[in-house]
Structure formats: structure tokens, C-alpha cells
């Protein structure tokens, strides 16, 4: 469907659809802390905002310079770019599958919200310097961690516009992986999906060793 109207009702629904996925996906995931948010937060969602605001990524090394979305502190509230995820679509022959694309965004953020209500510090400064990591790694981790689940969740549809979208997605990380791409380094959990519970787990306990684990 092309560049749909009644975008806030679709994002409302695929959200519950996201959200349905996130719990089974993250049953595989043994952890006390995690179980015990998620526990506290039962049926949460997160404030959807659309935005047709543009915003250019000043310094991106990746294939598109506009944020898609972004998820904020405040409520843990998520924001669409639908004029961006559209241009996005445009510039990757993906017209006909801007509602794919919407979804990857949302499923996205979504992850980033509950990730930090889990783990906030991944998304903030460390104190200590010396014992914690830069920004620019963290951000890498908590990229290449949100970017995977959305992946995720579009390959869970077989066959659909949704998998057009994951296998665009992933070559977009191959392409840019020695662009330094925060992205690209989901592929690792391509290979090996065990290892992205490994790094949420380790992000939260010790960030450099997370670092050093998606790295090698
Ligand atoms: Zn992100």
C-alpha cells in the first residue's frame, strides 16, 4: 500500500502485534531483573507521537542522513518521522512497502523504550570514564541491539512485505559495515541470535565488555 492516510491507527495496532512479539522473543531471555520489569510494566505501551518533521543527521557514516524516529526519557515515549521513514522508502525503491518500513521504525524505538526502563545507563554518560565506555560505543550497542529486534520481528512474517523490508534492512548493514555503521553490527546477532541476549545482559553489568564481545 502506498504512502497510507490513517497512519496513527495502524501504528496503534502493529504496536500490540510489536509488543506480543517483544514478550515471546524475550521469554528466551533468563534474566531476574528483566523478568521483573517487564512484570511491573505488564501491557505497557509507549505514547506513539508522529512528527512530520525532517531531521538531518549532521556527522551519519550510514546510507540515509534523517532520523526515522527516536525514542525520548520522558514516559519513554516514542517518536515517528513519517515524512522521513517516506523519503527513506523513496530513496530505497521501498514505495510499496512504506507500511513495512513504519513498522521496522516503531518496532525499533519500541525496543529502545523498554530497554531503557531496564538498563537507562546504556543510554546515558558514564560517570566514571575510565570505568565505563564512550557514547559513541554504547551507541553502537544500543543501535545494533534495537535495530536487530525490528529485523526480527519483520522476518517473522514470511513471505511479506515485512521480509522485503528485513532483507533490505540487513544488506544495508553489510554494505555499511566498513563504513563503521552503529547498525551494521547487528549482523552479528544474525548469525548467532543467543548473542544478543549475551550483550543486553552485559551492556547492563559491564558496558566494556559488552563492547569487546560485538567487536570481536
Ligand atoms: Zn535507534
Excluded at 546515558?124 to 526480527?152: C, N, V, W
Excluded at 523490508?165 to 552479528?188: D, F, T
Aim: glycine residues 4%; hydrophobic residues 40%; proline residues 4%.
Amino acid at each position: 500500500m502506498m504512502f497510507t492516510c490513517n497512519i496513527d491507527s495502524f501504528l496503534e495496532n502493529e504496536l500490540v502485534k510489536i509488543r506480543g512479539y517483544f514478550y515471546k522473543l524475550m521469554a528466551n531471555f533468563p534474566n531476574d531483573s528483566f523478568e521483573k520489569m517487564l512484570g511491573e510494566r505488564k501491557e505497557w505501551l509507549p505514547l506513539i507521537y508522529m512528527s512530520d518533521e525532517v531531521i538531518v543527521i549532521p556527522k551519519g557514516n550510514g546510507p540515509f542522513d534523517k532520523q526515522l524516529g527516536k525514542s525520548i526519557k520522558k514516559g519513554y515515549s516514542v517518536f515517528i518521522y513519517h515524512e522521513a521513514v517516506k523519503e527513506y522508502c523513496c530513496k530505497f525503491h521501498l514505495e510499496n512497502e512504506y507500511e513495512s518500513a513504519l513498522s521496522m521504525v516503531l518496532a525499533h524505538e519500541y525496543f529502545h523504550s523498554i530497554h531503557r526502563i531496564w538498563d537507562e545507563k546504556a543510554y546515558l554518560q558514564d560517570a566514571s570514564p575510565r570505568k565505563g565506555i564512550s557514547m559513541e560505543r554504547k551507541h553502537q550497542l544500543t543501535e545494533s541491539l534495537a535495530d536487530y529486534f525490528a529485523f526480527s520481528w519483520l522476518s517473522s512474517h514470511e513471505g511479506s512485505d515485512y521480509m522485503a523490508v528485513a532483507k533490505h534492512r540487513k544488506g544495508l548493514w553489510k554494505e555499511y559495515a566498513p563504513a563503521n555503521w552503529p547498525y551494521s553490527s547487528a549482523l552479528v546477532f544474525v548469525n548467532s541470535p543467543e548473542i544478543f541476549f549475551e550483550i543486553l545482559r552485559l551492556l547492563k553489568s559491564n558496558p566494556a565488555m559488552a563492547y569487546r564481545k560485538l567487536s570481536s
